[in-house]
């Protein structure tokens, strides 16, 4: 094919044709899915696999809430009154036990984990016993 002195030849472009393999499991896939059976499928997502089947379904239907131990109102309470006493600031006490103001802030709004060492601290200072769990 000549167009204006050029010469141009047909350049064809097509898809490389999938091979027998991936065709096979393709189509045994949507076999499968046709006759009702359980497919499990896996695929990767930047390095991390992810599996969709029984075992996925066990794992969607786990009811088990998972979260961290706050610190109880009676705690609060406790320390709160014990601060008080004491005719304390949140910060005073911060500084009295090494730690910072927040740490007393999350501690009397039971916003904090509990943790022994602060707890301990806060007894001596406070002189009062601290427990993570008063009522156990």
């Not at 022994?116 to 406070?126: A, G």
């Given at each position: 094919?000549?167009?204006?002195?050029?010469?141009?030849?047909?350049?064809?472009?097509?898809?490389?044709?999938?091979?027998?393999?991936?065709?096979?499991?393709?189509?045994?896939?949507?076999?499968?899915?046709?006759?009702?059976?359980?497919?499990?499928?896996?695929?990767?997502?930047?390095?991390?696999?992810?599996?969709?089947?029984?075992?996925?379904?066990?794992?969607?239907?786990?009811?088990?809430?998972?979260?961290?131990?706050?610190?109880?109102?009676?705690?609060?309470?406790?320390?709160?009154?014990?601060?008080?006493?004491?005719?304390?600031?949140?910060?005073?006490?911060?500084?009295?036990?090494?730690?910072?103001?927040?740490?007393?802030?999350?501690?009397?709004?039971?916003?904090?984990i509990p943790n022994?060492?602060?707890?301990?601290?806060?007894?001596?200072?406070?002189g009062v016993v601290l427990k993570?769990?008063?009522?156990?």
């Open positions: 094919m000549n167009l204006n002195g050029q010469d141009w030849s047909e350049v064809v472009l097509r898809k490389k044709p999938q091979s027998s393999a991936a065709r096979k499991d393709e189509a045994a896939v949507n076999a499968a899915r046709r006759a009702g059976e359980a497919v499990e499928t896996t695929r990767k997502q930047s390095g991390v696999t992810t599996t969709s089947g029984k075992a996925a379904h066990k794992i969607d239907a786990e009811t088990e809430d998972f979260h961290h131990e706050r610190v109880s109102t009676e705690l609060k309470k406790q320390i709160i009154q014990a601060r008080t006493a004491k005719k304390l600031t949140q910060s005073q006490l911060g500084q009295l036990i090494n730690e910072k103001p927040q740490i007393i802030q999350d501690y009397e709004s039971g916003k904090a022994p060492q602060v707890l301990s601290k806060l007894s001596r200072v406070l993570k769990n008063p009522g156990k």
